[in-house]
């Protein structure tokens, strides 16, 4: 039985723990300021870049980019487990770290009543024609109901009856978003009612978490369970527990967007697939498709939103060297596709899927017509960005070779711009009219980050006005996430790190509690406000930036005078809205 060390004890050895006092155990230190240094252990070099914070309890190499705290220092140390090293920890300490096993984890009996409502509400669609039609009208057969264990969420009055009567506990029903509590009279009532269910399970087939859809046009069309100490939609893909071993085996995989897209595709026969289950690719599901395949074939809504969004996560997915390919396929969605033309025009698709490369130059210059030599450096300007990602220099010269074919550019300049461009981290040589705010953006979210990490009130400060989803670099987002998670409890770096399994996740947190020698005397509430306002007015900025695009696009085409209007509106409002804010 897999033994469970509870979050408590890990925080309470941790506690009476020193971080510099046990590395000193095993490496020769110096005082540094109020830090201390030695030689990193984990990468060779000359000169000291193995820092150690005493008041953090973290360590971090900034020469390999490694840190964590003394847990993960233990665990790269003596090569072991997270549990394992605790344990070394705890015998240092002489604690004993391991639970009855009668009382398993919080996390266990989560995953039990998501499972149990899993099968109620797989039981209620069972007797509801109506949902069962409007899943066969889409054209899912009944073995698929099954296999994916659809379901039914019935009124508030039903599931209220069979949460009592299955003495489940109100606390944790909360906890896993079943419940909500009315403002007005106080009573619970159901979170998902009256909407078909579709349960969302981890590669290990534990129930985590649940997606629910209206039958009608009413909104919102989607909800989702909320985050939970078993379900963070960030870090999970949608149908992965089925998709797994052929995954692996043919070393592909179809990524799409829905629900109904994997269900679709799967019954006719296409087992290699999953969804991502927000607007964008995160790091995370990222990081576990590269645990099993080479080639990630994007399956998009067609739909402009979908447009962006397969822009959007790519450039992860090639960081990571993945290839990324591009399905065009007819219809709005593949599940549509498939319905109307069948699965041999889908993978007929597949076959043609464009290099992503290709797409995008493709986009790229369908989309700035007539192509101007200043449209020809914007596209060349974006598309840098992304070409420094790629790893390979066959693949590089080869795309670089096209692009230039297909600006018309020559060869040999581009290739000296993109040199230079890699050279000069980031600063882009062709046109000094075109700025670059992506690295600033970046730096931007790391200060507001580091400013929570330095004071819990800031981060009341931040969480309402500033939600995780605001946050564009994807670990800065996960890791405010993973801040605003925790409630009521003491947030250090040390703490935030004990609950993470994810390493770059670790060394990012003692990355940022290092380096932080502008907030010394600054008040840090104060300093958390002005960053969260400088990123609301910059988000607005590039919103009406591309608002704006939109709406030349739109007149170009023409008429389409009520969307111009529209997205005139729009673009006023946020012009006031950011007059506003700077006057505050
Ligand atoms: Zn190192």
Redesign the pocket.
Known sequence: MARYISPEKVDYISQQTDIVQIISQYLPLTKAGKDYKTL?P??E?KTS??VISPEKQVFH?F??G?GGNVFTFLMKWENVSFPEAVGILAKKIGVSVYKEDKDRGPKEQFYRINAQIAEFFHSQIKKNKIAQDYLYDRGLKSKSIDLFKLGWAPSSQVFLSFCRKSNLSRDKLKKLGFLKTSSQNGNDYAYFRERIIFPIFSFSKKTIGFGARVLDESLPKYLNSPSSLIFDKGKNLYGLDLAGEEMRKTKEVILVEGYTDVITLYQEGIHNLVASLGTSLTDSQVRILKRYVDTVFLAYDKDSAGEAVTIRGIDLLLENGLQVKIISFSGKDPADSVRKNGLDAFLEAKEKALSYMDYRIKIDIDNNQPLTLEKKLKIVNSLFFTLKKIKSKHILDDILRKLSQALKLSEESLRSEFNRFCKEKNKFSFSRTLKFEVPKQEEMEKRLLQIMLCDQEAIEVVKDDFPSDNFTHPLCRELAQEIFLCQNDEITPSYLINRTVDETLCSFISSLSFNDPSLQGVNIQQAAGEAVRALIRRKKQSKKEQLTLEMKECEQRGGEEEKVKNLGQQISQLQKSILIRERE
């Open positions: 990193c984990f990468h070099e870049s193995f190499c020469g390999c490694v």
